[in-house]
């Protein structure tokens, strides 16, 4: 009965081990053997890239979409673009189509972008100003300027003169277009609260016949707070060290009687301002360290428009920009630009070096 016994568990044994050795075995297929499946992809972003903020006609543009859904890459059949127009906009809109069947892909589910070359001839863009791309749920994921004409890249050096650190010379300005022009915006008066305080020396190195009292104001000054001055002692007849700088002992307890100190915040701007072609504008704009005193360089690529141009954009005016320094921004308001170019036109003219 024992042999039997043993005879039939290794029969059951080996049925198991011949069932799960067969041919089919393995990972389960996606689809049935012979279906096949054909739809749409998706991407969620995407940009239009030719090098420039303005895309001149003629130049080749760069569609980077990111973020591709093409199930496998086995399942992608084919990459398009639709374009239309509506009105002075050309609109692109890339697709994917998938062909899905049950063969086995080793690649992964998620594609994660591609780039599409995109070269219209002139006639193509005829009457168009910008060029958009979207996605399949018709969202615009980017917008790109197209302009017809050439850039120019120049690098600009002028020297800033020791005026222009002097408030009282604004509105000032260098000579001739372009220029860097310095404005005074606002002045507000402060004051500030003091007292002395004395301070004692813990290590004298020199003897003095006399000694005077030396206030040392602070650098900078708190505006909400009582500042307290030390006053040291120094020799009064030379240049002779007093006391060791470090060995000075504040006290606190002695205090003088509190003191008013106005002082005065003037509040300045400074421009690059340029006279550029009417529907002109500037497409790079890259600047150096504004020391008085030293030339200050300004790298500015500007697009000049042909004459059958009939856009304009983008610039503050149709002939003017104007380049906040300070803020590192162009000026865009009209009103702004219009007060600042009065000011450019009465300001003084400092001499070249």
């Not at 990459?79 to 086995?104: A, C, Q």
């Amino acid at each position: 009965m024992r042999l039997l016994k043993n005879a039939l568990l290794i029969f059951a044994m080996t049925l198991a081990f011949w069932a799960c050795t067969q041919d089919d075995d393995g990972p389960l297929d996606l689809t049935l053997s012979g279906d096949e499946f054909d739809g749409k992809g998706f991407f969620k972003a995407s940009t239009l890239d030719s090098g420039d903020l303005i895309h001149l006609v003629g130049d080749t543009l760069f569609v980077h979409m990111d973020s591709i859904w093409s199930f496998s890459n086995c399942a992608l059949k084919k990459i398009g673009v639709v374009e239309y127009r509506e009105d002075s906009v050309l609109i692109l809109k890339p697709y994917f189509n998938l062909h899905v069947t049950g063969e086995d892909c080793a690649a992964p589910l998620y594609r994660p972008d591609t780039v599409l070359r995109f070269l219209p001839d002139k006639d193509e863009l005829n009457g168009i100003s910008t060029i958009r791309v979207k996605n399949d749920s018709d969202k615009v994921l980017d917008t790109i300027i197209v302009r017809r004409g050439e850039m120019e890249l120049d690098t600009l050096s002028f020297y800033i003169d020791s005026l222009f650190d002097s408030v009282h010379s604004f509105p000032l300005r260098t000579k001739n277009s372009p220029s860097i022009l310095r404005i005074l915006d606002s002045i507000h008066p402060q004051v500030f609260m003091w007292r002395t305080m004395k301070s004692n020396c813990a290590l004298r190195i020199d003897l003095c016949d006399s000694v005077v009292a030396d206030t040392l104001y602070p650098s900078s000054w708190r505006l909400n707070d009582t500042n307290l001055v030390p006053v040291h002692l120094a020799c009064a007849d030379s240049d002779q060290i007093y006391c060791h700088s470090g060995r000075w002992e504040n006290d606190s307890n002695s205090l003088g009687d509190v003191r008013q100190r106005p002082d005065t915040i003037w509040y300045t701007s400074t421009y690059y301002v340029e006279e550029i072609p009417e529907c002109g504008a500037v497409n790079y704009f890259n600047k150096g360290n504004f020391l008085i005193g030293n030339d200050f360089s300004v790298i500015r690529e500007l697009y000049i428009p042909e004459k059958s141009e009939t856009f304009c954009g983008p610039s503050t005016t149709k002939d003017l920009y104007f380049y906040d320094i300070g803020r590192n921004r162009y000026v865009a308001d009209t009103v702004d630009v219009d007060s600042l170019y009065d000011i450019w036109k009465s300001a003084t003219v400092v001499k070249k070096k």
